[in-house]
C-alpha cells in the first residue's frame, strides 16, 4: 500500500493543477449531490401526475407555472424532479457498473498479463469473443436474457464493459511483469499474489482510475439507452433515457422536454470525460480512445 | 496479390470462424436462460396445451441443450433462422430485408466520420501552440461526450422540427413505393432510373448519418492529430524541412503518408462499432434497419430474431477486423515484408 501511497502523493499537485479535472469533479459532484439529496431538492413526487397542468414549458417561456420551474411533462409530471430523480439512476449505474467492470476486469487483465501462458491465452480469446458484439447489442441481449431492472442493468454493463479494461491493461502489465524489480521481488521469495498486490497493481494504478472515469461515462449513456428502448428500470422510477422516450411523441408541442434530459445526460457524461481525460493527461497515460457505441 | 498477405487473411479468417462459433454458443445459452417458452411464443393465443406440447417436441424443445443447440446450428448453417414469433414470418427474409438498409447507412456515415475526422485532426494539428489549441482541445472532448443518440434527437429538434429542413421519419416518403431488386435502395432506385426515389431515399439517410458520422469523427480527430504530432518529431521531418521543403508539401507529401496509418486502424474498430451504434438511431428515425429489427424483437421476446440479428452483428464486426488488417498490411510495408 505504501507504494500506491507514494505514488497518489506524488501525483496530487499535478491534478489540481488541471483544469479538466476540477471542472470534471465539480460537474460529477454535482450530480451525485442531486442523487444523494433527491428527496430534499426535488420539488414535487417525480411520478405525481397534475392532468391540470400538462406539457407546461420551462420558466423562461411564456404561460410557464412557478410551481413547476423547468415545466411539466404529457402526464403533468414535473421535469425538473424527475430529472433530479433521474440522477439517482444515473449514477447508481455508473458507479456500482464501472467499478464492477473494473474490478472484473482488472483480475483478468492482471493474470493474463503476468501469468502469460495458456491462462493468457483463454482470457485474451475471451476478449475477442466480447468485442466481436457491438457493445449495445451485446447489453440488449443481455438484458433479455436477464430480464429489466437497475440490478440487470448494472450486471449487463460490468459482463459487457470488463473487457475495455482487460484490454488496455493486459498490455500494461504485460510491460510491467517483464521490469527487473517484479522479478526482484520474485526473487526476494514473494508470492504470485503478493508480487502482483505489492509490485504490479500499484504501477497500473493511474491507468485504472482513468479507464474507471470513462467508463462511468460509457455506463450513463447505456443506461440512458436501455432506458430510451424500455429495457432499464421499471417505469415508475424516473431515468434520463425514459424521459427522453415520453418527450420524443410530444417533440412537436413540448420540445423543452426533450431538450433538458439530452442536457442532462450531456453534462453529466461530459463530467466524467473531462475527468477522464484530465487524469490521463496528468497521469501521463497512453490510452487509444474509441468509441464504442 | 502478394503471398504474405493471403496467408494472413487466411490466418484471420480461421481465429474468426471459431469466434463465430462460441458467439453462437453463447447466443444460445444466454437467450435459453429467458423465461419464456419458445414453443407457446410461436403459435397463436388461443393453441390448446396439448397443441403447444406437440409444438415443444417438434421444435426438439423437449431435448437436452447441447442436442437442441446442434438442431439449431444445423439449420442456421442451412439458412434458415426459424420463424419470428412476432412476425410469422421466416427470421431470414427480415435479416435479408433490413441488413441492406443498415450496409447503406452505415456507408453514409463512414464518409461522414471520415470527412470531418480527417479534416478535424488536420484542423486540430493545425492549430497545435496556438491560443485556440485549448479551446479546440475542450470542444474536442465535448464533441467526444456525445453519443449518436444524442446527436439523432438533437438533429430532429434542429433540422426537423425547429427549422423543417428534412424528414426524419422512415426511409421512403409514402407517396413513392420502393424499386425492388438488390435490397440496396440507393443502388436499386438509381438502376431503375429513378431520381426521384433516390434523392428521397438520401434526404431521410441524412439526418441519421450525420448523427452516426459526427459521433465517431473526434476519436478519427484526435488520432490523427496525435499521429500527425509524433510524425512530426521524426528525424526526417526535420530534415526534408532542412532541404526547404515548403510545410504544406511536407504535411501532404511526408508526413500524412504516415500519420494516416494508425488512423485507419483506428477508423477500422470504429466502423465496426459504427453497427452497434445505428442501433438506437435507427429507433428514434423510425428507420427500417437492423437494429430497428433488434430493438423490435428484444421487446417482443422474440428469440429466433434475436439471435439471428446477434450473430449477424459478430459476423459483421469480424469480417470488417479482417477486411481492416489486411488493408493495414497491403498499406504498410513493413508489416508486409514482415508477413
Keep these: ?293 | 496479390m502478394h503471398l504474405g498477405i493471403v496467408k494472413m487473411i487466411g490466418r484471420r479468417i480461421l481465429i474468426a470462424l471459431p469466434i463465430l462459433g462460441v458467439v453462437s454458443v453463447l447466443l444460445f445459452v444466454v437467450l435459453r436462460l429467458l423465461p419464456v417458452d419458445p414453443a407457446a411464443m410461436s403459435m397463436a393465443p388461443n393453441a390448446t396445451l396439448e397443441e403447444i406440447a406437440a409444438k415443444r417436441i417438434e421444435m426438439g424443445l423437449d431435448r437436452s441443450l447441447p442436442e437442441q443447440y446442434a438442431i439449431w446450428i444445423g439449420r442456421v448453417l442451412q439458412g434458415d433462422f426459424g420463424t419470428s414469433s412476432h412476425f410469422r414470418r421466416p427470421v431470414i427474409g427480415l435479416v435479408v430485408e433490413t441488413l441492406p438498409q443498415t450496409i447503406e447507412l452505415v456507408a453514409l456515415g463512414i464518409v461522414v466520420a471520415t470527412v470531418l475526422g480527417l479534416a478535424g485532426g488536420l484542423w486540430m494539428f493545425h492549430v497545435r501552440g496556438t491560443y485556440q489549441e485549448p479551446v479546440v482541445d475542450f470542444g474536442s472532448t465535448l464533441l467526444m461526450s456525445i453519443p449518436e443518440f444524442l446527436w439523432a434527437l438533437f438533429f430532429i429538434l434542429l433540422f426537423g422540427v425547429a427549422l423543417e429542413l428534412l424528414p426524419f421519419v422512415g426511409r421512403l416518403s409514402a407517396t413513392y413505393s420502393r424499386p425492388n431488386a438488390t435490397g440496396f435502395l440507393l443502388f436499386d432506385a438509381l438502376a431503375v432510373g429513378r431520381i426521384d426515389i433516390f434523392l428521397d431515399a438520401l434526404r431521410h439517410m441524412v439526418l441519421p448519418a450525420l448523427a452516426l458520422g459526427i459521433a465517431f469523427a473526434p476519436s478519427i480527430m484526435r488520432v490523427l492529430r496525435s499521429s500527425l504530432l509524433d510524425v512530426y518529431h521524426e528525424d526526417y521531418i526535420h530534415q526534408a524541412r532542412l532541404r526547404g521543403i515548403p510545410e504544406r508539401t511536407l504535411l501532404t507529401r511526408h508526413a500524412l503518408k504516415n500519420a494516416i496509418l494508425p488512423t485507419l486502424s483506428l477508423m477500422g474498430v470504429q466502423f465496426g462499432f459504427m453497427f452497434g451504434g445505428t442501433l438506437l438511431v435507427e429507433v428514434i428515425y423510425s428507420y427500417p434497419g437492423m437494429g430497428n429489427l433488434m430493438v423490435d424483437a428484444v421487446r417482443n421476446a422474440d428469440l429466433p430474431i434475436i439471435q439471428a440479428v446477434g450473430l449477424t452483428y459478430a459476423a459483421i464486426v469480424l469480417v470488417i477486423n479482417t477486411v481492416v488488417d489486411a488493408l493495414y498490411l497491403v498499406l504498410n510495408p513493413k508489416l508486409r515484408a514482415a508477413a
Design chain 1, 1 to 293: 500500500m505504501s507504494a500506491a501511497a507514494a505514488s497518489a502523493m506524488r501525483i496530487l499537485p499535478a491534478w489540481m493543477r488541471s483544469g479538466r479535472v476540477i471542472i470534471g469533479l465539480l460537474i460529477v459532484a454535482t450530480v451525485v449531490a442531486c442523487a444523494l439529496f433527491a428527496p430534499w431538492l426535488a420539488p414535487h413526487d417525480p411520478e405525481e401526475q397534475d392532468l391540470l397542468a400538462q406539457l407546461l414549458p420551462p420558466f423562461w417561456q411564456s404561460g410557464a407555472d412557478p410551481l413547476y420551474p423547468l415545466g411539466t411533462d404529457a402526464l403533468g409530471r414535473c421535469v425538473l424532479s424527475r430529472l433530479i430523480w433521474g440522477a439517482r439512476v444515473a449514477m447508481t449505474v455508473a458507479v456500482i457498473a464501472a467499478f464492477g467492470a473494473m474490478i472484473l476486469g482488472a483480475i483478468l487483465a492482471h493474470v493474463a498479463g503476468y501469468l502469460g501462458g495458456a491462462v493468457d491465452w483463454t482470457i485474451s480469446r475471451a476478449v475477442d469473443v466480447w468485442m466481436s458484439f457491438p457493445p449495445v447489442v451485446l447489453s440488449l441481449i443481455l438484458m433479455t436474457g436477464l430480464g429489466a431492472g437497475v440490478r440487470n442493468v448494472i450486471l449487463a454493463i460490468i459482463l459487457v464493459d470488463w473487457t475495455r479494461f482487460c484490454r488496455v491493461l493486459r498490455s500494461e502489465v504485460l510491460v510491467i511483469a517483464r521490469k527487473d524489480y517484479v522479478a526482484a521481488a520474485r526473487l526476494v521469495g514473494f508470492s504470485h499474489t503478493r508480487t502482483l498486490l505489492r509490485e504490479v497493481l500499484p504501477a497500473t494504478v493511474p491507468l485504472l482510475i482513468t479507464l474507471l472515469s470513462i467508463e462511468m461515462a460509457v455506463a450513463v449513456i447505456v443506461e440512458a439507452i436501455l432506458s430510451y428502448v424500455g429495457m432499464s428500470v421499471e417505469a415508475n422510477i424516473p431515468a434520463w433515457g425514459q424521459m427522453i422516450a415520453d418527450a420524443r411523441r410530444e417533440i412537436h408541442h413540448a420540445p423543452w422536454g426533450l431538450v433538458l434530459p439530452i442536457l442532462a445526460i450531456l453534462i453529466t457524461v461530459l463530467g466524467f470525460n473531462l475527468l477522464g481525460d484530465g487524469l490521463r493527461r496528468t497521469l501521463d497515460v497512453r490510452l487509444n480512445q474509441t468509441r464504442e457505441g
